[in-house]
């Protein structure tokens, strides 16, 4: 058995596919040992760490920071018994910038171990379904060929050259993915198989006018990548115009001032729910302006007890502690729709929308209707600085039921949130500010909010969302009095 292993990319939770890798935390010739973090992997939910499957000595690092890596694919070759001696085929210190195409004999020498603890549901130690390798959490992509329709008129595919001997020679080895063969090639010169490249690409390359069935692929697998488009369409955008039209000239004008942000990650999953919620769930939001001047006088009162003096005591605890009860009296707020049934959910994930550097998450609190009101503090001050710090977990942004956004941190009075898939209602928490009300039957100035409601109109009607906003509303008027008369 070798003593050179690859550690592929995992699935990092929900069936993620790939991820990109943030920063390495470790680097050729470092020691490392057992479940010690060896690289930061952005996904489309959250940054996370990624401890290593094996003590060792790090031997090559295959994908540089910034680089985006398919679940599956090898991204670090460990040696697991550095004190023995010179391997029979060892792998040598390469670069991530500078890493040489590995010959056959070099790769036969890597052991490719499989990733643990990865087993069919329902089945301990089962293999994972549909030939996919198996992964962390869920399956990894399919380790048999996928069967493709052929075109019409596309030439069959040449079949690979049969590989030669290997050859047990000392040459390192630097580990790299093997690209499958070329498909084949017409009587152009142009592949006539099937095309790997993303749909942004394709449509990079319908922009500028460039045929992808005549490049040649850089990427993973020979796939055809934004830089391999780009540089095809260089000379002919260096050619000189003889003639230039007004239209030409106005879809130019100012480009050299705009800056293009690549949409991925959280952004681009944040993108993808609202896409699929604003489309797919009949949205209704009802309002609700609130006097919570009482309220914040028994955040004063908790704030001066000796018990709570090191927690964080804001307005939010408040309104994450309404919604909880408004839930024991309305149920049917706290379900999602399923096609033919209603769940309804005995627990409450709460969610707590958090602005980051990466963009918008929604971690929530698992059961948090269980919780004191100290416990549902300090659970909820521990969310919010985990995701302000970029380390909340897959599984903490998973299995939400219900959401609070508090868009009054920013100003703003309100809005009409757009649901989180899979949920029923949301809960916009606006500004509180000082405002003339009309209180026992004078115009004094309150401590004011306004708080929206949105709710999928399928599964709560009109009187349903009125009633539970209104609950919420009545426990931020009067906390203490509400509490009695509910309990």
């Given at each position: 058995?070798?003593?050179?292993?690859?550690?592929?990319?995992?699935?990092?939770?929900?069936g993620?596919?790939e991820?990109?890798?943030?920063?390495?935390?470790?680097?050729?010739?470092?020691?490392?040992?057992?479940n010690?973090?060896?690289?930061?992997?952005?996904?489309?939910?959250?940054?996370?760490?990624?401890?290593?499957?094996?003590?060792?000595?790090?031997?090559a690092?295959?994908?540089?920071?910034?680089?985006?890596?398919?679940?599956?694919t090898?991204?670090?070759?460990?040696?697991?018994?550095p004190?023995?001696?010179?391997?029979?085929?060892?792998?040598?210190?390469?670069?991530?910038?500078?890493?040489?195409?590995?010959?056959?004999a070099?790769?036969?020498?890597?052991?490719?171990?499989p990733?643990?603890?990865?087993?069919?549901?329902?089945?301990?130690?089962g293999?994972?379904?549909?030939g996919?390798t198996?992964v962390l959490?869920?399956y990894?992509?399919?380790?048999t060929?996928a069967k493709r329709?052929?075109r019409?008129g596309?030439?069959?595919?040449?079949?690979?050259?049969?590989?030669?001997?290997?050859?047990?020679?000392?040459?390192?080895?630097?580990?790299?993915?093997?690209?499958?063969?070329?498909?084949?090639?017409?009587?152009?010169?142009?592949?006539?198989?099937p095309?790997?490249?993303?749909?942004?690409?394709r449509?990079?390359?319908?922009?500028?006018?460039?045929?992808?069935?005549?490049?040649?692929?850089?990427?993973?697998?020979?796939?055809?990548?934004?830089?391999?488009?780009?540089?095809?369409?260089?000379?002919?955008a260096?050619?000189?115009?003889?003639?230039t039209?007004p239209?030409?000239?106005a879809?130019?004008?100012?480009?050299?001032?705009?800056?293009?942000?690549?949409?991925?990650?959280v952004?681009?999953?944040?993108?993808?729910?609202?896409?699929?919620?604003?489309?797919?769930?009949?949205?209704?939001?009802?309002?609700l302006?609130?006097?919570?001047?009482?309220?914040?006088?028994?955040?004063?009162?908790?704030?001066?007890?000796?018990?709570?003096?090191?927690?964080?005591?804001?307005?939010?605890?408040?309104?994450?502690?309404?919604?909880?009860?408004?839930?024991?009296?309305?149920?049917?707020?706290?379900?999602?729709?399923?096609?033919?049934?209603?769940?309804?959910?005995?627990?409450?994930?709460?969610?707590?929308?958090?602005?980051?550097?990466?963009?918008?998450?929604v971690?929530?609190?698992?059961?948090?209707?269980?919780?004191t009101?100290?416990?549902?503090?300090?659970a909820?001050?521990?969310?919010?600085?985990?995701?302000?710090a970029?380390?909340?977990s897959?599984?903490?942004?998973?299995?939400?039921?219900?959401t609070?956004t508090?868009?009054?941190v920013?100003?703003?009075?309100?809005?009409?949130?757009?649901?989180?898939?899979g949920?029923?209602?949301?809960?916009?928490?606006?500004?509180?500010?000082?405002?003339?009300?009309?209180?026992?039957g004078?115009?004094?100035?309150?401590l004011?909010?306004?708080?929206?409601?949105?709710?999928?109109?399928?599964i709560?009607?009109?009187?349903?969302?009125?009633?539970?906003?209104r609950?919420?509303g009545?426990?931020?008027?009067?906390?203490?009095?509400t509490?009695?008369?509910?309990t």
């Amino acid at each position: 058995m070798s003593r050179i292993k690859e550690f592929n990319l995992p699935d990092l939770g929900e069936g993620l596919t790939e991820g990109e890798i943030l920063a390495w935390l470790v680097k050729v010739g470092d020691t490392i040992e057992l479940n010690q973090p060896i690289v930061e992997v952005e996904t489309a939910k959250a940054a996370v760490e990624i401890p290593a499957k094996w003590a060792g000595q790090v031997q090559a690092i295959f994908h540089p920071e910034g680089s985006t890596v398919e679940v599956g694919t090898p991204i670090i070759a460990i040696d697991t018994e550095p004190g023995a001696g010179p391997a029979e085929q060892s792998t040598t210190g390469a670069s991530t910038s500078d890493l040489p195409t590995p010959s056959a004999a070099s790769l036969a020498a890597v052991e490719v171990a499989p990733t643990e603890g990865a087993v069919e549901p329902g089945l301990i130690g089962g293999p994972a379904p549909g030939g996919r390798t198996a992964v962390l959490v869920g399956y990894g992509p399919r380790t048999t060929a996928a069967k493709r329709r052929p075109r019409k008129g596309a030439a069959p595919a040449a079949s690979a050259p049969a590989a030669a001997p290997v050859q047990h020679s000392p040459a390192p080895v630097v580990p790299a993915p093997v690209r499958s063969p070329s498909p084949a090639v017409n009587g152009n010169g142009r592949s006539s198989g099937p095309v790997l490249a993303k749909p942004p690409v394709r449509k990079l390359a319908k922009d500028l006018g460039v045929d992808l069935s005549a490049l040649t692929g850089s990427g993973p697998s020979g796939s055809i990548t934004r830089e391999d488009v780009q540089r095809a369409a260089a000379p002919a955008a260096a050619e000189p115009l003889t003639v230039t039209s007004p239209v030409s000239s106005a879809a130019s004008f100012g480009a050299d001032r705009e800056q293009r942000i690549p949409v991925k990650g959280v952004r681009r999953l944040t993108a993808e729910n609202m896409s699929r919620s604003a489309f797919t769930a009949p949205h209704v939001t009802e309002f609700l302006t609130v006097d919570v001047t009482r309220a914040m006088k028994a955040l004063d009162r908790l704030r001066g007890r000796r018990e709570w003096r090191d927690v964080r005591v804001s307005p939010l605890l408040l309104v994450a502690k309404a919604v909880l009860l408004a839930v024991r009296r309305h149920p049917m707020v706290n379900s999602s729709w399923a096609g033919d049934e209603i769940v309804v959910k005995e627990y409450v994930n709460l969610g707590i929308a958090a602005a980051t550097e990466r963009g918008l998450i929604v971690p929530n609190i698992k059961d948090a209707g269980r919780l004191t009101l100290r416990e549902l503090a300090d659970a909820m001050t521990d969310l919010v600085q985990t995701a302000k710090a970029g380390r909340t977990s897959p599984a903490d942004m998973s299995g939400g039921t219900l959401t609070i956004t508090n868009v009054g941190v920013f100003g703003v009075d309100t809005g009409t949130p757009i649901l989180p898939p899979g949920e029923s209602a949301i809960l916009a928490f606006g500004a509180v500010r000082e405002q003339p009300w009309v209180h026992k039957g004078k115009v004094k100035p309150r401590l004011v909010t306004t708080l929206g409601l949105s709710f999928d109109h399928r599964i709560i009607d009109g009187e349903l969302g009125s009633k539970f906003l209104r609950d919420v509303g009545d426990f931020l008027a009067d906390p203490e009095a509400t509490l009695l008369a509910w309990t």
